[in-house]
């Protein structure tokens, strides 16, 4: 049985009584999990859902996410997670590319989801999980709610309808979609990442090895759900361990101490703008960090004095710095403890059953030392991308995932990121693909050329800057610019800085040398 929900069943068997999620006051005992997960797929199956299906998750981090990781795979459907961060075009577009049939949301994003369903024709069901959240109301805010309620079917609602309900997992091959999950990419819009039962399985596996999981073991998950940090570094492979999870609804640096206190947690995944944020909060040395037994890290170079204060902040854990992508479930390699110091500077060496080779332009295999394309391979490696040939066989080339990253090796086969992949920007943790934030201004009537590079940021680590050619006769502010992008971009993807130029300098094929971009100085930015 290669179903993920699976796994529900047997430590509902084993260990009933122990507490599996945890959100504030809220507990749910793994019994419990279990049978809600029952009644959420039943009242799944009633609704239609079936093997294949798309089932779309627009959520803050709650116990309701897992529920429906768990149920929907239970059913034999997949699970869509969205970036809450985005806009509204944004999950239109990614809806409608995966064809989803229904969409689970909460009340801050109703409204959204209301004034985005007429161009989803698919979508068939809408389910609402009641409760008070903050933050995202004030961004998308009530404008266009009305008598949609009869549109909507509330989640507690569906698993009242079926009380007792015991659901059979669906029999899944490894090769099977388990999620869906998009992330910026190379071209202008975000692509679909296929993971498959097969590759999750790979995945937990490969790091309850590495770190010893336990059903000792409790996560505390700060980092968003729809992201691969807060899903899978390492929260579901605790949880397939049988381990506790906490979840923080939203990431509050203060609050991520208080958890660790409070729950004894002995694990995390931070954000390289987490991991600052916590090592900043005032009275941080009168909070209890010594359950933590390792932080996750990974997204940026971890400078030394960094990793000596997060050493110095979880005195009894190591910092465990990471390099993983999406198409892999996050996590392929890892720095241990015993190299933490020694090999400042590299991600570690790959987990079990995966391989890394780094290769030049013709796909030869380079020395130690030599830099070169980083590419994977093992059961981690995604199926490909969502109904996108193309950008599947440009990424898996016999056998090996070509990641677009640059790095090296060592002698000893420790890994070295040298360069992200190509012009993409890391702000605060969260991708942004440059074609994405250029795709928007092309569509400005003033606008001939754009071009968006990164600008160093001291919190974020990078924002988007953008060069601007105006056409002949036309010309715009900085802030009409700036709010043309944010009515169609995720806040943390608009420019944080426009420069109008006269061209962009271009090799001489056409192509924009955006290295050029990068050195100019930030005075003369408007």
């Not at 798309?54 to 981090?61: F, M, P």
């Not at 600008?455 to 105006?470: S, T, Y």
Request: charged letters at 25%; one cysteine or more; aromatic letters at 8%.
């Amino acid at each position: 049985m290669h179903n993920f929900a699976s796994i529900l069943d047997y430590h509902a068997a084993q260990r009933p009584d122990a507490v599996a999620v945890v959100q504030d006051d809220h507990r749910l005992t793994v019994r419990e999990l279990h049978e809600r997960v029952n009644r959420l797929a039943a009242g799944l199956s009633a609704l239609g859902v079936g093997r294949g299906d798309i089932v779309g998750l627009l959520l803050y981090n709650r116990p309701e996410f897992l529920e429906l990781v768990y149920a929907v795979n239970r059913v034999g459907a997949v699970f869509l997670p969205l970036n809450y961060r985005l806009s509204e075009d944004e999950w239109q577009y990614i809806l409608g590319h995966a064809s989803a049939k229904v969409l689970v949301t909460e009340p801050d994003f109703v409204a959204a989801a209301d004034r985005i369903a007429s161009g989803l024709p698919g979508l068939a069901h809408r389910i609402r999980v009641d409760g008070e959240t903050a933050g995202a109301a004030e961004a998308y805010g009530t404008a266009g709610a009305d008598d949609s309620d009869a549109l909507w079917t509330g989640y507690e609602e569906l698993l009242a309808r079926h009380p007792g309900a015991e659901v059979e997992p669906v029999d899944v091959a490894p090769d099977d979609l388990q999620r869906l999950m998009y992330t910026s990419g190379t071209t202008s819009r975000p692509k679909g990442v296929c993971i498959t039962y097969g590759n999750l399985q790979a995945k937990n596996l490969a790091h309850i090895v590495h770190f010893g999981l336990t059903a000792a073991d409790t996560t505390l998950v700060c980092g968003p759900l729809y992201h691969v940090g807060g899903l899978d570094m390492p929260a579901l492979g605790v949880l397939y361990a049988g381990g506790k999870v906490v979840l923080q609804r939203r990431f509050d640096a203060a609050d991520t101490l208080h958890a660790i206190q409070e729950h004894r947690v002995t694990n995390l995944w931070l954000a390289p703008a987490m991991v600052n944020a916590v090592l900043e909060v005032p009275g941080r040395a009168s909070y209890d960090t010594t359950s933590v037994r390792f932080v996750l890290g990974g997204g940026e170079k971890t400078p030394e004095p960094v990793l000596r204060r997060v050493m110095s902040a979880f005195p009894h854990a190591w910092f465990a710095d990471a390099y993983g992508l999406t198409e892999t479930v996050s996590g392929d390699t890892f720095l241990d403890r015993e190299h933490s110091l020694s090999k400042l500077g590299s991600v570690g060496r790959p987990v079990p059953h995966t391989r890394v080779r780094i290769v030049d332009d013709t796909g030869r295999e380079v020395p130690a030392g030599e830099l070169g394309e980083i590419t994977l391979r093992g059961p981690k490696v995604f199926a490909g991308y969502w109904r996108d040939e193309k950008a599947t066989a440009a990424a898996l080339k016999d056998g090996w995932f070509h990641t677009g990253d640059i790095g090296h090796t060592d002698e000893d086969g420790f890994l070295y990121i040298d360069d992200r992949k190509k012009d993409m920007i890391v702000s605060g943790g969260e991708n942004i693909a440059t074609p994405e934030v250029e795709r928007v201004l092309y569509e400005h009537p003033a606008v001939l050329e754009a071009a968006v590079v990164g600008l160093a940021h001291p919190r974020w680590g990078e924002v988007p800057r953008a060069f601007v050619v105006f056409r002949p006769g036309g010309s715009a502010g900085a802030a009409e610019l700036r709010e043309f992008c944010r009515a169609r971009l995720a806040k943390f993807k608009v420019p944080s800085r426009f420069d109008i130029v006269d061209e962009l300098p271009r090799t001489p094929s056409g192509k924009v040398l955006k290295r050029n971009l990068r050195d100019l100085p930030t005075e003369r930015l408007v």
